[in-house]
Protein backbone atom coordinates (compact mmCIF):
# COMPACT_ATOMS: atom_id res chain seq x y z
CA UNK A 1 0.00 0.00 0.00
CA UNK A 2 1.53 3.13 -0.83
CA UNK A 3 0.16 6.90 0.06
CA UNK A 4 1.62 10.15 0.16
CA UNK A 5 1.00 13.24 2.79
CA UNK A 6 -1.67 15.06 2.52
CA UNK A 7 -2.13 18.67 4.98
CA UNK A 8 -5.92 19.18 4.91
CA UNK A 9 -8.64 17.14 4.02
CA UNK A 10 -11.91 18.89 1.82
CA UNK A 11 -15.30 18.48 2.65
CA UNK A 12 -16.50 15.00 3.07
CA UNK A 13 -18.97 14.15 0.24
CA UNK A 14 -17.82 11.16 -1.28
CA UNK A 15 -19.98 8.49 0.92
CA UNK A 16 -19.84 7.15 4.45
CA UNK A 17 -17.30 3.98 4.52
CA UNK A 18 -16.42 1.66 7.60
CA UNK A 19 -12.91 0.58 7.43
CA UNK A 20 -12.11 -3.33 9.20
CA UNK A 21 -8.69 -4.31 9.71
CA UNK A 22 -7.12 -5.52 12.62
CA UNK A 23 -3.29 -3.75 12.02
CA UNK A 24 -3.91 -0.31 13.44
CA UNK A 25 -1.18 1.49 11.14
CA UNK A 26 -3.19 -0.32 8.03
CA UNK A 27 -6.16 1.14 9.26
CA UNK A 28 -4.99 4.61 10.09
CA UNK A 29 -3.48 5.17 6.99
CA UNK A 30 -6.68 4.08 4.95
CA UNK A 31 -8.73 5.95 6.95
CA UNK A 32 -6.60 8.90 6.43
CA UNK A 33 -6.18 8.83 2.74
CA UNK A 34 -10.13 8.24 2.36
CA UNK A 35 -10.79 11.02 4.37
CA UNK A 36 -8.41 12.71 2.20
CA UNK A 37 -10.53 11.60 -1.31
CA UNK A 38 -13.88 13.09 0.55
CA UNK A 39 -15.09 10.27 2.28
CA UNK A 40 -16.49 10.14 5.90
CA UNK A 41 -14.45 6.59 7.77
CA UNK A 42 -15.51 5.06 11.23
CA UNK A 43 -13.55 2.32 11.83
CA UNK A 44 -13.13 -0.81 13.69
CA UNK A 45 -10.11 -3.69 14.51
CA UNK A 46 -12.08 -6.78 14.93
CA UNK A 47 -15.17 -9.12 13.32
CA UNK A 48 -17.42 -7.80 16.69
CA UNK A 49 -16.57 -4.54 16.46
CA UNK A 50 -17.40 -3.76 12.75
CA UNK A 51 -21.04 -5.21 13.38
CA UNK A 52 -21.66 -2.77 16.47
CA UNK A 53 -20.14 -0.02 14.04
CA UNK A 54 -22.00 -0.69 10.80
CA UNK A 55 -25.50 -0.43 12.90
CA UNK A 56 -24.40 2.65 14.83
CA UNK A 57 -22.99 3.86 11.70
CA UNK A 58 -25.10 2.97 8.69
CA UNK A 59 -22.42 3.15 6.19
CA UNK A 60 -22.83 3.28 2.46
CA UNK A 61 -19.78 0.48 2.05
CA UNK A 62 -18.08 -1.70 4.27
CA UNK A 63 -14.24 -2.01 3.53
CA UNK A 64 -13.00 -5.90 5.49
CA UNK A 65 -10.16 -7.45 5.69
CA UNK A 66 -10.68 -11.50 5.95
CA UNK A 67 -8.44 -11.81 8.44
CA UNK A 68 -10.05 -10.79 11.90
CA UNK A 69 -8.53 -11.68 15.37
CA UNK A 70 -12.68 -13.07 16.22
CA UNK A 71 -15.13 -13.15 13.64
CA UNK A 72 -13.10 -13.35 10.54
CA UNK A 73 -14.73 -11.15 7.21
CA UNK A 74 -16.98 -13.95 5.79
CA UNK A 75 -19.01 -14.63 9.35
CA UNK A 76 -18.82 -10.73 9.25
CA UNK A 77 -20.46 -10.73 5.92
CA UNK A 78 -22.82 -13.85 6.92
CA UNK A 79 -24.16 -11.50 9.77
CA UNK A 80 -24.45 -8.06 7.81
CA UNK A 81 -26.32 -9.89 5.16
CA UNK A 82 -29.02 -11.14 7.47
CA UNK A 83 -29.85 -8.42 9.40
CA UNK A 84 -29.44 -5.63 6.01
CA UNK A 85 -32.48 -3.67 5.39
CA UNK A 86 -33.12 -0.28 6.01
CA UNK A 87 -31.97 0.50 9.21
CA UNK A 88 -28.70 -0.53 8.10
CA UNK A 89 -28.06 1.64 4.89
CA UNK A 90 -31.33 3.91 3.72
CA UNK A 91 -30.24 4.36 0.07
CA UNK A 92 -29.51 0.54 -0.94
CA UNK A 93 -30.62 -2.88 -0.16
CA UNK A 94 -27.97 -4.13 1.59
CA UNK A 95 -24.68 -2.26 2.84
CA UNK A 96 -22.06 -2.81 0.21
CA UNK A 97 -18.74 -4.86 0.79
CA UNK A 98 -15.04 -4.91 -0.09
CA UNK A 99 -12.95 -7.40 0.69
CA UNK A 100 -9.59 -6.45 1.59
CA UNK A 101 -7.03 -9.07 2.70
CA UNK A 102 -3.68 -10.83 2.00
CA UNK A 103 -5.02 -14.08 1.15
CA UNK A 104 -5.31 -14.25 -2.56
CA UNK A 105 -6.53 -17.76 -3.55
CA UNK A 106 -8.85 -18.59 -5.81
CA UNK A 107 -11.25 -20.42 -3.66
CA UNK A 108 -11.00 -17.34 -0.61
CA UNK A 109 -12.08 -14.83 -3.53
CA UNK A 110 -15.03 -17.17 -4.54
CA UNK A 111 -16.18 -17.44 -1.10
CA UNK A 112 -16.48 -14.01 -0.44
CA UNK A 113 -18.33 -13.56 -3.46
CA UNK A 114 -21.11 -16.20 -3.24
CA UNK A 115 -21.68 -14.78 0.15
CA UNK A 116 -22.22 -11.02 -1.23
CA UNK A 117 -18.70 -9.75 -1.19
CA UNK A 118 -19.34 -6.49 -4.26
CA UNK A 119 -15.29 -7.04 -4.76
CA UNK A 120 -11.86 -8.22 -3.44
CA UNK A 121 -8.94 -6.52 -3.26
CA UNK A 122 -5.52 -8.51 -2.29
CA UNK A 123 -2.88 -6.44 -0.30
CA UNK A 124 -0.30 -4.93 -1.39
CA UNK A 125 -2.26 -2.91 -2.99
CA UNK A 126 -1.97 0.61 -4.44
CA UNK A 127 -4.48 3.74 -2.64
CA UNK A 128 -5.75 4.96 -5.76
CA UNK A 129 -6.91 1.82 -7.16
CA UNK A 130 -8.68 1.02 -4.33
CA UNK A 131 -10.70 4.38 -4.18
CA UNK A 132 -11.57 3.52 -7.80
CA UNK A 133 -13.25 0.27 -7.24
CA UNK A 134 -15.03 1.70 -3.75
CA UNK A 135 -16.46 4.35 -6.37
CA UNK A 136 -17.26 1.91 -8.34
CA UNK A 137 -18.92 -0.44 -6.40
CA UNK A 138 -20.95 2.88 -4.95
CA UNK A 139 -21.99 3.74 -8.16
CA UNK A 140 -23.11 0.06 -9.31
CA UNK A 141 -25.11 -0.61 -5.78
CA UNK A 142 -27.06 2.49 -6.48
CA UNK A 143 -25.56 4.21 -3.66
CA UNK A 144 -23.27 7.37 -5.96
CA UNK A 145 -21.97 9.17 -3.60
CA UNK A 146 -21.71 12.12 -6.16
CA UNK A 147 -25.24 12.08 -7.11
CA UNK A 148 -27.20 15.63 -6.98
CA UNK A 149 -29.37 15.60 -3.61
CA UNK A 150 -32.78 17.53 -3.90
CA UNK A 151 -35.14 18.50 -1.17
CA UNK A 152 -38.01 20.31 -2.30
CA UNK A 153 -36.02 23.62 -3.64
CA UNK A 154 -33.38 22.98 -1.88
CA UNK A 155 -30.26 21.47 -3.97
CA UNK A 156 -26.82 19.69 -2.85
CA UNK A 157 -23.97 18.89 -5.41
CA UNK A 158 -21.56 16.80 -3.24
CA UNK A 159 -19.40 16.71 -6.63
CA UNK A 160 -19.00 20.62 -7.43
CA UNK A 161 -19.65 21.19 -3.27
CA UNK A 162 -22.66 23.94 -4.28
CA UNK A 163 -26.05 24.02 -2.48
CA UNK A 164 -28.49 26.33 -3.84
CA UNK A 165 -31.72 27.31 -2.74
CA UNK A 166 -34.68 28.20 -5.44
CA UNK A 167 -31.51 28.58 -7.71
CA UNK A 168 -30.00 31.12 -5.33
CA UNK A 169 -26.65 29.81 -4.46
CA UNK A 170 -25.77 29.37 -0.51
CA UNK A 171 -22.58 29.65 0.72
CA UNK A 172 -21.44 27.27 3.89
CA UNK A 173 -18.53 26.31 5.58
CA UNK A 174 -17.39 22.74 5.51
CA UNK A 175 -18.64 21.48 8.40
CA UNK A 176 -21.96 23.53 7.16
CA UNK A 177 -21.17 21.41 4.17
CA UNK A 178 -20.90 18.00 5.69
CA UNK A 179 -24.33 18.13 7.93
CA UNK A 180 -26.12 19.42 5.60
CA UNK A 181 -25.04 16.62 2.90
CA UNK A 182 -25.82 14.09 5.73
CA UNK A 183 -29.40 15.42 6.72
CA UNK A 184 -30.10 15.29 2.81
CA UNK A 185 -29.11 12.43 2.00
CA UNK A 186 -31.68 10.88 5.06
CA UNK A 187 -34.15 13.41 4.20
CA UNK A 188 -37.59 12.50 5.96
CA UNK A 189 -35.44 10.46 8.57
CA UNK A 190 -34.98 11.64 11.77
CA UNK A 191 -31.57 11.39 13.06
CA UNK A 192 -30.09 12.08 16.52
CA UNK A 193 -27.51 14.06 18.00
CA UNK A 194 -25.26 11.45 18.66
CA UNK A 195 -25.27 10.01 15.18
CA UNK A 196 -24.94 13.42 13.95
CA UNK A 197 -21.38 13.63 15.55
CA UNK A 198 -20.42 10.52 14.68
CA UNK A 199 -20.92 10.63 11.37
CA UNK A 200 -19.93 14.91 10.74
CA UNK A 201 -17.34 15.45 13.05
CA UNK A 202 -16.07 12.12 13.41
CA UNK A 203 -15.68 11.43 17.31
CA UNK A 204 -18.08 12.40 19.83
CA UNK A 205 -17.32 15.93 21.58
CA UNK A 206 -17.01 13.87 24.67
CA UNK A 207 -21.16 13.21 24.29
CA UNK A 208 -21.56 16.89 24.54
CA UNK A 209 -24.11 17.06 21.77
CA UNK A 210 -23.83 21.29 22.00
CA UNK A 211 -21.74 21.62 18.94
CA UNK A 212 -24.63 20.07 16.85
CA UNK A 213 -27.57 22.61 18.33
CA UNK A 214 -24.75 25.27 17.19
CA UNK A 215 -24.35 24.30 13.61
CA UNK A 216 -27.79 23.51 13.00
CA UNK A 217 -29.00 26.84 14.24
CA UNK A 218 -25.75 28.15 11.88
CA UNK A 219 -27.56 25.88 8.66
CA UNK A 220 -31.26 27.34 9.71
CA UNK A 221 -30.09 30.63 9.22
CA UNK A 222 -28.63 29.83 5.73
CA UNK A 223 -31.41 27.49 4.11
CA UNK A 224 -34.43 28.44 6.15
CA UNK A 225 -34.42 32.03 5.48
CA UNK A 226 -37.45 33.23 3.32
CA UNK A 227 -38.72 30.11 2.50
CA UNK A 228 -40.79 27.31 4.08
CA UNK A 229 -39.08 25.85 7.07
CA UNK A 230 -37.15 22.56 5.95
CA UNK A 231 -34.88 21.82 8.89
CA UNK A 232 -37.24 20.53 11.88
CA UNK A 233 -36.19 19.47 15.63
CA UNK A 234 -37.92 16.66 16.93
CA UNK A 235 -37.64 17.18 20.54
CA UNK A 236 -35.64 14.62 22.94
CA UNK A 237 -33.93 12.78 19.52
CA UNK A 238 -32.53 15.07 17.23
CA UNK A 239 -33.34 16.44 13.87
CA UNK A 240 -35.03 15.72 10.71
CA UNK A 241 -34.79 17.49 7.16
CA UNK A 242 -38.47 17.42 4.66
CA UNK A 243 -40.09 19.23 2.57
CA UNK A 244 -42.85 21.31 3.41
CA UNK A 245 -46.32 19.75 3.33
CA UNK A 246 -48.41 20.01 0.73
Same mark, same amino acid.
Given at each position: MTTTEHPEAGPATGGNLLVVDDEPTVRG??? &? &?? #??? /??TVAAAGTGQEALDRAREVSPDLVLLDVMLPDLDGFEVIRRLRERHGPAMTPRAGHVPVVFLTARD??????? /?L?? /?GDDYVTKPFELEELIARIRA?? #?RTGGDPTALLRVA???LDPEGVQTTRAGEPIRLSPTEFRLLHY???? &?? #?TVSKPQILRRVWDYDFNGDTGIVDTYISYLRRKIDNGGPKLVHTVHGVGYVLRGPKP
Amino acid at each position: MTTTEHPEAGPATGGNLLVVDDEPTVRGLLC &A &AL #RHA /GFTVAAAGTGQEALDRAREVSPDLVLLDVMLPDLDGFEVIRRLRERHGPAMTPRAGHVPVVFLTARDATRDKVE /GLVL /GGDDYVTKPFELEELIARIRAVL #RRTGGDPTALLRVADLELDPEGVQTTRAGEPIRLSPTEFRLLHYLMAN &AG #RTVSKPQILRRVWDYDFNGDTGIVDTYISYLRRKIDNGGPKLVHTVHGVGYVLRGPKP
